[in-house]
């Protein structure tokens, strides 16, 4: 989740603090993993229910990630969401929030078998973004 999280970081050709992130992730001062999974899509990361709306020149969007590996010790999650206007859940997009961003937070416990120590939480994302 790190690994791949990092790598979309590293392909963006838009997020403007990307050089300074992927060097805070190299000096190990920043951890980043994806938020995919979304509660009511059956487990199909690739088919996001949450979209994207645009507001005042900015993207929000609301999200219920069912599954977020280390989602309380991460400084970033990459996740995914619908576009604006989307007429299929396929019609998605990926983009970068902080954890500390207003809206974000963990919602709950996460207690499963054999899987205690990777720390994988639900996180709401509530007009965030």
């Known amino acids: 989740m790190h690994v791949s999280a990092t790598q979309a970081i590293a392909t963006s050709s838009i997020l403007a603090s990307r050089d300074s992130i992927l060097s805070e992730i190299a000096a190990g001062r920043h951890l ?3 938020a995919f999974s979304e509660t009511g899509s059956r487990s199909q990361f690739w088919a996001p229910i949450s979209k994207l709306e645009e507001s005042n020149g900015d993207y929000l969007t ?8 280390a989602a309380s010790h991460a400084d970033s999650y990459v996740s995914t969401a619908q576009k604006p206007e989307a007429t299929s859940p396929l019609e998605s ?3 970068f929030i902080r954890t500390s ?5 963990t919602t709950s416990s996460f207690n499963g078998l ?5 720390d994988s939480l639900p996180v709401s994302l509530e007009r965030s973004l």
């Open 32 to 34: 980043t993993t994806l």
């Open 62 to 69: 609301s999200a219920s990630k069912s599954w977020v590996t």
């Open 93 to 95: 997009t990926v983009y």
């Open 101 to 105: 961003a207003e809206g974000v937070r």
């Open 114 to 118: 054999g899987l205690r120590g990777n």
